[in-house]
């Protein structure tokens, strides 16, 4: 079974850093790109930036560029969505998705989500 | 706001056929195939339509979709309570090089 499995909850303060992470079991890590998607409390999907675990290519959104970090171990199958210094604004739920490589451009699956909390 | 136009809120009643449209320009939809997902309340979303108009494997063939130009839109028909969920639109947009969201239509069954 192909799967992404996200890394727990997390409560942060202010000014924290963190790195939370997703790993691809069921298939071939290297081929397929993961992608970090945002959804705010009660908004719609924002895509973050993706990478390709092949060769660590990463496109980053504009929205977001400059603002995370997205990184990859393909030796562990695992990819990673990083920040130097979270503000309360970084709070919602974050998703990895995998998505596939020329035709087979669309998300599938998506792992649990992972809920981060930043608060003073 | 988001690069792809969903209306935020949709409704029907049970047996009907409801559509959701999804509208986007030509750096998106109109170069790039369209997918669908659905998500429920406290779930991660899960792909509903890839492709413009196919469904993956156990998607009831109540759910179907299609795309002209630069717009596309979403059909369910027999429409069942849960069917209740949020539904977005997605599609590859050259100009972002990265994938480009509507912003989710949110499915009521009266």
């Known amino acids: 079974e192909v799967q992404l499995v996200q890394s727990g909850a997390e409560v942060k303060k202010p000014g924290e850093s963190l790195k939370i992470s997703c790993k691809g079991s069921g298939y071939r890590f290297s081929s397929y790109w993961i992608a970090w998607v945002r959804q705010m409390p009660g908004k719609g999907l924002e895509w973050m930036g993706i990478i390709y675990p092949g060769d660590s290519d990463t496109k980053y959104s504009p929205s977001f560029q400059g603002q995370v970090t997205i990184s990859v171990d393909k030796s562990i199958n695992s990819a990673y969505l990083q920040w130097s210094s979270l503000r309360a604004s970084d709070s919602a739920m974050y998703y990895c998705?995998?998505?596939?490589?020329?035709?087979?451009?669309?998300?599938?699956?998506w792992g649990q989500g992972t809920l981060v909390t930043v608060s003073s | 706001q988001s690069v792809l136009t969903q209306p935020p809120s949709a409704s029907g009643t049970p047996g009907q056929r409801v559509t959701i449209s999804c509208s986007g320009s030509s750096s998106n939809i109109g170069r790039n195939t369209v997918n669908w997902y659905q998500q429920f309340p406290g779930t991660a979303p899960k792909l509903l339509i890839y492709s413009n108009n196919q469904r993956p494997s156990g998607v009831p063939d109540r759910f179907s979709a299609s795309k002209s130009g630069t717009s596309a839109s979403l059909a369910i028909s027999g429409l069942q309570s849960g069917d209740e969920a949020d539904y977005y639109c997605?599609?590859?947009?050259?100009?972002?090089?990265?994938?480009?969201f509507g912003g989710g239509t949110k499915l009521t069954v009266l």
């Open positions: 997605e599609a590859w947009d050259d100009s972002l090089s990265g994938p480009a």
């Open positions: 998705a995998r998505h596939g490589v020329g035709a087979t451009n669309w998300f599938d699956p």
